[in-house]
């Protein structure tokens, strides 16, 4: 790792023509989360109200003035902006600050490469990665020269990024085909498990909502729990890179795979959402998809409306939703979370309302029939006439505390005999 952890001052653009934009405010407290993530420390944060782009600097040359003052007041060594910039503007900036510049794209990018773990994950940073620099390598001269070059030059394990134009065309020709081997692979074993027909619930939703942690959760509650199956949860941005699939069976045949992916960000960079098309494939391929939102973030709405965007990108818009609203053990009142269609309060962590989480899923992909085992006392007889109705009986035998019968029942009416379920 890096010895010296890298100072950083943040900048952004304000061009909404209002002096003060929540916007703005929201954005760069999100990219301060994602400098911390990436390993570096904030010094400090500006902010630029301004119409338009400059061309050759970004932001006004007044303002680029300003900011090389305070690099050299706070003693920063990186200037992060909050918007992609183009390679010129990269150079023109470092000339003129004396210090590493890099964008929001490339912090992102950088995070991920730290953080990827499989073969996969580490083949598609690396071609995010070097998509990013093509169009860029005239301005990235001073990063690439200095020694141990920190954010923004870090390839996945480590690697040193290449920097000449040839070997960059070639290697990522390279990594296409490597992919596509993986693809292949990966859809041999899609082939294999809709074979098995289990239907497939995707957790998405935006970074460090919960996801993983709903996913161990519910994984203790299922009938196959086992330690070594449990998957890394961590307060981090982007703690999750790769997939991870999971069976999970519970009571009354209600059996699917759980998959947990990357979460999302604003602003996720074009390339990154590409070149992890096929990890997100997976949410393609559900049968419903679990939203996890972080309802104890203040921004939990736009949150919520960029895991929308994304999932749009990647043409899965109209697939069955259910929002859950996690975190709730954080909130004081509950109350004021928005009443929807398919949604409910969680808290993946306290395990708050997971059985109606499950009852949801239930609904959504359960069996349409459901074998029963109840025990009806002698005072609820007329449920024995309506379970005639509501599905088929297979046996029934009287004992001292009621009538334990054997049924089958359609699943809109299992709620009438859940409680009498000795299966349950
Ligand atoms: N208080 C509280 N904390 C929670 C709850 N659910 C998750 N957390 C915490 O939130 C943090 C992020 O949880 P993760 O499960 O890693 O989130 P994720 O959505 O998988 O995040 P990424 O993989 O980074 O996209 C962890 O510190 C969890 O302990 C909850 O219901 N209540
Ligand atoms: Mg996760």
């Given at each position: 790792m890096y010895e010296k952890k890298s100072k950083a001052i943040l900048v952004g653009l304000n061009n909404t023509g209002k002096?003060?934009?929540?916007?703005?405010?929201?954005?760069?407290?999100?990219?301060?989360?994602?400098?911390?993530?990436?390993?570096?420390?904030?010094?400090?944060?500006?902010?630029q109200n301004r119409p338009a782009v400059d061309v050759t600097y970004f932001i006004g040359k007044g303002k680029v003035d300003e900011i090389k003052q305070?690099?050299?007041?706070l003693e920063a060594d990186m200037v992060i902006f909050n918007d992609e910039l183009s390679g010129s503007q990269i150079r023109n900036l470092e000339e003129t600050l004396g210090v590493d510049v890099i964008d929001r794209t490339a912090l992102i990018l950088d995070i991920f490469a730290q953080r990827a773990r499989t073969k996969e994950g580490k083949l598609q940073v690396?071609?995010?990665?070097?998509?990013?620099?093509?169009?860029?390598?005239i301005g990235l001269g001073r990063q690439l020269?200095?020694?141990g070059a920190g954010i923004g030059t870090r390839g996945p394990g480590e690697k040193k990024l290449e920097t000449d134009r040839r070997h960059i065309l070639k290697r990522i020709d390279d990594i296409e085909q490597e992919l596509k081997e993986v693809k292949k692979n990966r859809e041999v074993q899609r082939g294999k498990r809709s074979k098995s027909?289990?239907?497939?619930?995707?957790?998405?939703?935006?970074t460090n909502a919960g996801k993983s942690t709903l996913m161990n959760s519910l994984l203790k509650m299922s009938d196959q729990y086992d330690e070594a199956r449990e998957v890394y949860a961590e307060d981090m941005l982007f703690a999750t890179l790769d997939v991870s699939l999971r069976r999970l069976s519970f009571p009354n045949k209600l059996d699917f795979?759980?998959?947990d992916t990357v979460g999302f960000v604003s602003k996720l960079p074009h390339a990154l959402v590409n070149a992890f098309?096929?990890?997100?494939?997976?949410?393609?391929?559900a049968d419903l998809l679990i939203h996890v939102i972080d309802a104890s973030n203040e921004e939990y709405n736009l949150q919520k409306q960029t895991t929308l965007d994304v999932l749009r990108e990647l043409g899965v818009e109209n697939k069955n939703i259910i929002n859950v609203y996690n975190k709730v053990d954080k909130i004081l009142d509950g109350t004021l979370l928005p009443k929807e269609e398919n949604a409910l309060c969680i808290s993946a962590k306290a395990n708050k309302n997971l059985d109606t989480l499950i009852e949801h899923i239930r609904n959504q992909i359960g069996p349409d029939i459901i074998d029963v085992h109840l025990l009806i006392p002698y005072d609820k007889g007329n449920l024995i006439s309506s379970l005639h109705n509501d599905g088929v009986v297979l046996g029934s035998e009287y004992v001292e505390e009621g009538i334990e019968v054997k049924a089958r029942v359609e699943k809109m009416y299992y709620h009438k005999y859940e409680s009498f379920n000795l299966d349950k």
């Open positions: 002096k003060e934009s929540i916007d703005i405010e929201i954005s760069m407290n999100e990219l301060s989360e994602l400098t911390k993530a990436a390993g570096a420390e904030v010094l400090s944060i500006a902010i305070l690099c050299e007041t690396e071609l995010a990665q070097l998509k990013y620099r093509m169009p860029r390598l020269s200095q020694q027909e289990l239907p497939i619930v995707a957790l998405v939703g935006y795979i759980l998959t098309k096929a990890t997100l494939e997976e949410v393609k391929y």
